[in-house]
């Protein structure tokens, strides 16, 4: 149990574009899931958080703006980021948290990479 | 949250149990200790968490000072498979407090 998924697992895209990544809780439903950063060799860094129906809460410096976070459902959050350049270039990873408990699950992390 | 410091990194013959300290000594009453760990290019996965006894579960086991100053994870029968950055992380469980990453602990099982 515990699973979540997230699609695609990579990516690459032109500078300008933007790239929607899908985090899905499969098997629980997610009151909130969170959004993290990884750059290599670096560990990871929260980027935003997000309770299903509401406005996510993003960590200083992440622009709002260029990552727009949708968690429309309880099992469904999406990051987009707009106008994503070479220094997006990362893997980001969603977690979900189940109503009522206190674990986060992790999905499988999503490789960036924006030519 | 209260800050961890964990060694960069250890090495662990297989087979053996792996012991990875984690020293968190301004935690607070209300904190929990959690453990995950990051195969390379994966997503965190979670290991076991606890708040003053000890913790045990089919992955490892955790271990708690009295003080709850420093705990250890023990990973008894360290496979290969087991090479990973471990993480510690103490945080509260009230409301939407977050886990925040540190620089964790990359452990080699050394065949």
């Known amino acids: 149990g515990a699973v979540v998924s997230q699609h695609p697992s990579w990516v690459i895209c032109k500078s300008g574009t933007s790239v929607k990544i899908e985090c899905r809780s499969l098997?629980?439903?997610?009151?909130?899931m969170f959004w993290y950063r990884q750059f290599p060799k670096q560990s990871l860094m929260l980027m935003a958080t997000?309770?299903?129906?509401?406005?996510?809460?993003?960590e200083q410096g992440v622009e709002k703006d260029k990552f727009l976070i949708n968690h429309a459902s309880l099992t469904l959050s999406t990051l987009t980021v707009t106008s994503a350049h070479p220094e997006d270039s990362s893997f980001y990873i969603c977690?979900?948290?189940?109503?009522?408990?206190?674990?986060?699950?992790f999905g499988p992390g999503t490789r960036l990479t924006v030519t | 949250d209260a800050k961890t410091t964990q060694p960069p990194s250890m090495d662990c013959a297989e087979g053996r149990a792996a012991n990875l300290p984690c020293n968190h000594s301004?935690?607070?009453?209300?904190?929990?200790v959690y453990w995950y760990r990051q195969i390379h290019s994966q997503g965190p996965q979670y290991i076991i968490h606890?708040?003053?006894n000890n913790e045990t579960n089919e992955m490892a086991s955790l271990i708690i000072t009295e003080d709850r100053k420093s705990s250890t994870l023990i990973l008894p029968h360290a496979t290969l498979r087991d090479t990973a950055v471990y993480y510690c992380?103490?945080?509260?469980?009230?409301?939407?407090?977050?886990?925040?990453f540190g620089t964790g602990t990359r452990l080699t099982i050394i065949p």
């Open positions: 977690s979900a948290r189940p109503g009522g408990l206190f674990e986060q699950y």
């Open positions: 098997d629980f439903q997610a009151t909130t």
């Open positions: 997000s309770n299903e129906g509401s406005k996510a809460t993003y």
């Open positions: 301004t935690i607070s009453g209300n904190e929990y």
């Open positions: 606890g708040l003053k």
């Open positions: 992380i103490v945080k509260s469980n009230f409301g939407n407090e977050k886990l925040t």
